[in-house]
């Protein structure tokens, strides 16, 4: 009886933090499917533990799953750098009843900065995530990723000044923005290339991810004549069985396309001033089965 009690007791604690440990992981690999892994791998080392023996069960899992996060990450360095195309994160549809004022939460996920952190080191990475977003101290993130305190402030301030320099304003996803993504796709389908050039930034900018396993744009492709020529001409392609449905992914509008009930596209937009200044489009079939599912975020 006692065991089985201590196996509750485990999986309750576990079960609370899930949502805060998946962000971690998600936020340090890019990677929703690599973070449920991280999380199924780390709750075997949890369920060993003597919960006796742990003060700060928050602190000790975050440290758990920071340290598989970096191996993963460590270990996909030279596939990202062989990558086919640009490399976009993995698309992360995010339940709709997580805080939706949370803007700190909501741009952590965004498309934009999981791309800005890839300019990163693993280190700085993850120091840049556990300080900024979820406010770690310095003493408990150096054991985490196993520096001294005084490194990590080094690497924090390092990390933030260049994030700073390169970061751009999040618009949140909101009821508005959501229908003005679907207007964009429907008016591109309709093959209205001003009406698209319309709806977008003069230095709109567009990422395609195929990796290599599908047609997609090798570039990114700038400013709105481009952009929308090759929206409406891809459009164009679209034949029957196909169904476009509004989501939230990664904090921002997106759209899930599927071909005979299939995910074939993901597109994520980002927002300002009104117009669309960032599109994102996940075409890549390995990263796709994440947008199977949606997954709570929190911090």
């Known amino acids: 009886m006692a065991a089985r009690g201590a196996v509750t007791d485990h999986a309750e604690v576990f079960t609370g933090l899930r949502p805060l440990l998946f962000t971690v992981a998600y936020e340090i690999t890019g990677s929703a499917t690599d973070a449920d892994d991280i999380l199924q791998d780390s709750y075997l080392r949890w369920a060993q533990v003597d919960l006796d023996d742990v003060e700060n069960p928050k602190s000790y899992l975050a440290q758990v799953v920071t340290r598989q996060s970096l191996n993963v990450l460590r270990a996909a360095g030279r596939r990202r750098e062989e990558y086919v195309g640009p490399w976009l994160p993995e698309p992360l549809l995010i339940d709709e009843s997580d805080p939706a004022d949370d803007l700190v939460l909501s741009e952590s996920v965004s498309t934009a900065m999981m791309v800005l952190l890839e300019s990163l080191v693993p280190d700085e990475r ?107 001409g891809i459009s164009a392609q679209a034949g029957e069985g196909m169904t476009i449905t509004a989501a939230s992914a990664n904090g921002s509008p997106a759209l899930v396309i599927r071909w005979e009930g299939v995910v074939g596209l993901v597109a994520v937009f980002d927002f300002l001033d009104g117009l669309v200044s960032g599109i994102y489009l996940h075409v890549n079939p390995d990263k796709l089965v994440a947008a199977e599912s949606v997954r709570r975020i929190d911090r």
């Open 126 to 232: 993850a120091i840049f995530v556990l300080r900024e977003v979820f406010g770690f101290p310095h003493d408990e993130i150096a054991v985490m990723v196993g520096k001294s305190p005084a490194a990590v402030r080094q690497a924090a301030r390092r990390a933030r000044e260049h994030v700073q320099s390169g970061r751009k304003r999040f618009v949140p996803a909101g009821s508005e923005v959501a229908a003005a993504a679907s207007a964009l796709i429907a008016t591109a389908i309709g093959g209205d290339v001003q009406g698209v050039m319309d709806a977008i930034a003069p230095d709109v900018v567009l990422m395609s991810d195929g990796g290599g396993k599908v047609t997609a744009a090798r570039r990114p492709i700038h400013g709105a004549d481009k952009v929308a020529r090759f929206l409406v």
